[in-house]
């Protein structure tokens, strides 16, 4: 049987501030699904702030994309074989 390993204080620290950020983030969209009066959800905020909104066709959207692959492409080998 593998023995338990102490987690570190900084383990600790990033397990609070992701359980943290998850449950601020629970409660700020169903208050803003709720209250369908107006576009206020995290999608909708970030479609208007991209502009495709208007368009899917912006320099935002271009952004977007270009931002989350970098990001997937850099953090699945991250994760997954300590790369980098």
């Known amino acids: ?3 338990k390993q102490a987690q570190a204080p900084w383990g600790r620290i990033w ?14 969209e169903t208050i803003a699904l709720i209250d369908r009066s107006t576009e206020d959800t995290l999608s909708e905020n970030t479609r208007r702030w991209l502009g495709t909104n208007k368009s899917p066709k912006t320099w935002g959207a271009v952004g ?21």
Do not use: R
């Open 15 to 28: 397990a609070w501030w992701l359980a943290f950020f998850a449950l601020s983030f629970a409660i700020l």
């Open 64 to 84: 977007f994309i270009v931002a989350l692959v970098g990001f997937v492409v850099w953090f699945i080998p991250h994760i997954v074989f300590k790369a980098w």
């Open 1 to 3: 049987m593998a023995e």
